[in-house]
């Protein structure tokens, strides 16, 4: 089947703009997670939904991130007002169950001008 | 503060010979242990994986290798080979009555010399 899909793959955005990533995980997977990587930094975590909740929200760099996810498919991950230290590349990653094996996106690259 | 630590930012070997990628970590509540590589412009795919009631796991190529009182693993790629050229990255996780994202090393870029 499909594995983990995210759009964009590329996102250019002037500071103070919002933005909206989205990634759709495997079908049939109930946790999925939200990861950051900066240039030449390893994956740092953001979020997690069990369903379509979030019992940890801790990795959320400031208030201006937010995320949400339908059932247990689509999530959409928003930075409000965005800025040049937001430049990564996000990550999304699936689980069949919580503490399974993570399966990984593309990621979206987003540049914050 | 790195909770998990990959010191090398790069190893280069030989065709045929052994990679050996070390990884630490200081959180002794880490219970299970990850090793995922990356290809320029993909996502993380997962490798192998060790709970901490093992000291080895084994998969074809892969063994990781995991010593709790050290706080130390390592993965063993024996014979590399040219597509083994990647990044790879060291995660980790701990039970805490539900899950938590991984906690990520910042990778070591391994490079197989024909």
């Known amino acids: 089947g499909a594995g983990v899909s995210q759009s964009p793959s590329n996102k250019v955005t002037e500071k103070g703009k919002d933005v909206e990533l989205r990634c759709d995980p495997i079908?049939?997977?109930?946790?999925l997670y939200w990861y950051r990587q900066r240039l030449g930094q390893g994956l740092e975590f953001l979020i997690y939904f069990q369903g379509n909740s979030a019992p940890d929200k801790s990795g959320l760099p400031s208030d201006r991130f937010s995320a949400e996810r339908t059932g247990e498919s689509v999530s959409t991950l928003t930075i409000q007002r965005t800025q040049q230290e937001d430049s990564a590349v996000y990550l999304c990653a699936s689980s069949l169950h919580p503490r399974g094996e993570q399966y990984f996106g593309p990621g979206t690259r987003l540049t914050v001008t | 503060d790195q909770q998990v630590k990959q010191n090398s930012p790069s190893l280069s070997v030989q065709e045929g010979r052994i990679s050996i990628l070390n990884c630490d970590y200081t959180n002794s509540m880490f219970d299970y242990f990850l090793w995922y590589k990356k290809y320029p412009a993909e996502g993380p795919t997962f490798l192998i994986s060790i709970s901490s009631i093992k000291d080895k796991n084994e998969d074809g190529r892969f063994t990781v290798f995991l010593n709790k009182s050290a706080k130390h693993l390592s993965l063993h790629i024996v014979p590399s080979q040219p597509g083994d050229s990647a990044v790879y990255f060291c995660a980790a996780s701990a039970t805490g009555g539900g899950a938590d994202g991984l906690t990520f090393g910042k990778g070591t870029h391994l490079i197989i010399q024909p």
């Open positions: 079908s049939g997977h109930t946790a």
